[in-house]
């Protein structure tokens, strides 16, 4: 295995990882023939993007309480949730009225909306209100609810409260970590009562997420993907995912183009 790519070798740690729980350095480098070296540069990256936790001599598991932080989630994977972000607002027709959820590929995805002509949107995101509130043929409404200084983004009973007021025809969201059996989790109790608002108040739910949300395990739970619509994201998940996608007449979105698998 001495020329697989660095790429390659991230997934092969991150499924010995998920299968064994802890993989030593010297393991993965004798499993993966690379030297120790190459091991450790391959855990810290993984490590800042939250798909691992790194401890001495080895990888484990990443952490199910806590995500990490909003300035490093900005930059991770920005080709890809730009990427992603683009091609869900292309399924957004103008004069629609959506929910528009926390998270940094949701952020993207406002972005990607100012083209659009006469929108309606609700969010608990702060970024995405300012990214919006400058077309004059837009209505952004901002939730009720408390602030965090982390990230902008607005949760609680409140937020929730203000969401339940509504009827959409889209619910944007995004999530922190997709399992294989396709539950979807995240950090935050908070957020995850405001996302599942969105969902029910919304005729149709899209769910944004880059591959690096899978394999990462937030104890919260939130749906799971029988629960959506479409599915939008950077590159061809596994066998089981669209198995899952199909059978629930998801259809499924990856960016630079539409899935064999699509649904109908």
């Known amino acids: ?84 972000g683009r091609i869900a607002a292309r399924a957004i027709p103008d004069n629609s009225s959506l929910f528009i959820s926390i998270g940094t590929t949701t952020e993207a995805f406002a972005q990607a909306l100012r083209r659009h002509k006469a929108l309606r949107v609700i969010t608990n995101n702060l970024h995405v209100a ?50 294989e059996d396709g539950t979807l989790l995240d950090f935050d109790a908070d957020e995850i009562n405001v996302a599942q608002a969105m969902m029910r108040n919304a005729r149709k739910v899209f769910l944004l997420a880059d591959q690096g949300k899978f394999g990462r395990r937030p104890m919260g739970r939130l749906g799971h993907l029988s629960n959506i619509h479409g599915f939008f994201t950077d590159r061809e998940p596994s066998a089981r995912i669209r198995q899952i996608l199909k059978a629930g007449n998801v259809q499924l979105h990856v960016a630079g183009g539409l899935s064999d698998d699509e649904a109908p």
């Open 1 to 84: 295995m001495a020329s697989v790519s660095a790429e390659e070798r991230h997934r092969e740690i991150m499924e010995l990882v998920r299968l064994q729980g802890y993989v030593s350095n010297e393991d993965l480098a004798q499993r993966l023939n690379v030297a120790v070296q190459t091991i450790r540069r391959d855990v810290n990256a993984l490590a800042r993007q939250g798909l691992v936790t790194r401890h001495h001599g080895g990888a484990g598991l990443a952490s199910s309480v806590e995500n990490i932080a909003y300035a490093e989630r900005q930059v991770l994977n920005r080709n890809a949730k730009e990427a992603i």
């Open 130 to 179: 300012s990214t919006l509130s400058s077309r004059t043929d837009f209505q952004v409404i901002v939730t009720g609810g408390q602030v965090r200084f982390s990230d902008g983004g607005i949760t609680g009973s409140t937020a929730s409260t203000s969401i339940d007021q509504y009827r959409t025809d889209f619910a944007v969201i995004g999530i922190s970590g997709i399992e």
